[in-house]
Structure formats: C-alpha cells, structure tokens
C-alpha cells in the first residue's frame, strides 16, 4: 500500500474521531478517483484522483498534469508534499495503466457485449414565439447503456447555440431516452445533421435531415393527384360526350 493510500485512511480516521468530539457537527473527507477516456484503444485515457473536505475539493492529482494541484493552503501545503516525494507520484502516474485502463478493459468488454443501439426519429416541429423559424427534434429510443452524447453539425460543422437537450431519462425498463431541439433559419443549399455518439456504435453516427416530405406523405400527395387527374379526365369525357349529343338532336317545331 503506498504512503498515499495510508495517509488518506489515516485522515479520515483523524476527522472520524473529531467527529465523534463535536457531535453537533459532522465533518467528512471524500477521496474520488475517476477514469475518463472516448476512445475505443483508450489512448486519451486521464485519471483524476482528487480529495475533498466537506465537499470542498483541496488536492487533486491529473494525470494530464502528472503532478498535484492545490485548491486550499492545506491543500497546496499536501501537494507539495505529494510532488516531492518520487514514489506517490509515480504510483499515481503509474494508476492511468494499472488502475485505469485495465479495468477499462474489462469493464468494456462487459458492457460493449450488452450494448442496444438507439432507435432515432429526426422531424420538423413547429413551435410558437421562436425567434427563427425552422425547429428540428432529434429523439433516441430504448438505448443502453445510458450516456450517450447528441450534437448538430451545420454543414459539417458543430453548431452550438439554439440546441435544446434534455438529460437521458430512464424508461423503466434498463433502457433510455433522450430528446434534442435545434432552432435555427434554414438557408438554401445547407446540410443539417445530427450527430450520435453511444457504446453500441464503432464510430459516431450521422443523420442527415432531409426537408422533403416523408414517404407516406408523399405517397398520399401521389394518390391525391391522381385522383384530381383522373376527375377532371372524366368530367372533361363527361362534357365532350354532352356536347355530341346536343349536337346530334333534331329540333321538332309544334
């Protein structure tokens, strides 16, 4: 166990029995150590390992740094100490491949395996007192696992004001939704898309929003057509058949 590891627990007994002195107040000390990485080879991978009393961060350890950082006098007083001394730093530095990314690993084998890919609806909707005209939802259905990340690309590329984005919100039933707007004046000749990010795609995926009326729309247009075509082929029948026979009557005086 590293020296590290041993005064974090040494603290937290120390503040554990304060407590028990004060019993009006409570103290706690937090200690958060977190992974994060996009990509599949985990090649971004950073580890932030960061400490705080009463909520209140006073030293954290980034692995994009390779060092200590200070938030508190206390704080920078440990980060110093920390950076000094060879062994804690190279044991955190060393936690990016032995903490990190071999758990990583394993937990994306894990849930990779039981990934479900979003069900997508990209429409036009019409909302009342916006200040451009054109208004475009995104939806993702019955996904897994959770995060998932929604952006606009305007002709390639990323737009970031007048999108609207709600939270993923559980379905109760381990699956999950989410529901992205974007409000904007449509310009000729422009390409808006919607690009998704999820566990269960190899590589971001793209939707293209195409302004022509959907297929069932169009098909019903088709039908109406043809029926205001085919109504005026018979009423025109209709009325040259009239007029040949008015015009083959012999009129009888009395």
Not at 110 to 127: F, G, M
Not at 201 to 215: A, G, H, N, Q, T
Not at 230 to 246: E, F, P, Q, T
Request: with cysteine; charged share 20%; net charge neutral.
């Amino acid at each position: 166990m590293s020296l590290l590891k041993l005064f974090s627990f040494h603290l937290i007994f120390t503040v554990s029995v304060f407590t028990l002195a004060e019993s009006a107040n409570e103290y706690f000390t937090t200690r958060w150590s977190r992974c994060i990485y996009s990509s599949p080879d985990l090649s971004d991978m950073v580890y932030i390992d960061s400490f705080y009393f009463n909520k209140y961060l006073f030293t954290q350890f980034n692995s994009t740094l390779g060092k200590y950082v200070g938030f508190s006098e206390y704080g920078m007083r440990n980060a110093e100490y920390w950076n000094n001394d060879t062994s804690i730093l190279q044991g955190e530095r060393g936690d990016v491949d032995a903490f990190c990314k071999h758990n990583a690993q394993i937990s994306d084998s894990a849930v990779r395996s039981k990934t479900v890919k979003p069900k997508v609806k990209l429409s036009s909707v019409t909302r009342a007192g916006g200040r451009h005209p054109a208004v475009l939802m995104f939806s993702a259905y019955e996904f897994y696992p959770q995060h998932i990340k929604v952006s606009w690309l305007r002709d390639g590329k990323l737009m970031t004001s007048e999108v609207t984005s709600t939270m993923e919100m559980a379905d109760g039933d381990w699956y999950y939704q989410i529901h992205s707007e974007l409000e904007y004046s449509p310009k000729s000749g422009e390409k808006i898309s919607c690009m998704v990010e999820h566990a269960s795609f190899s590589k971001p995926m793209i939707y293209d929003w195409d302004p022509s009326p959907p297929e069932a729309e169009r098909n019903k247009i088709a039908i109406g057509a043809s029926g205001l075509v085919l109504g005026i082929v018979l009423a025109a029948a209709g009325l040259i058949y009239y007029k040949k026979k008015s015009a083959g009557r012999i009129l009888v005086p009395n």
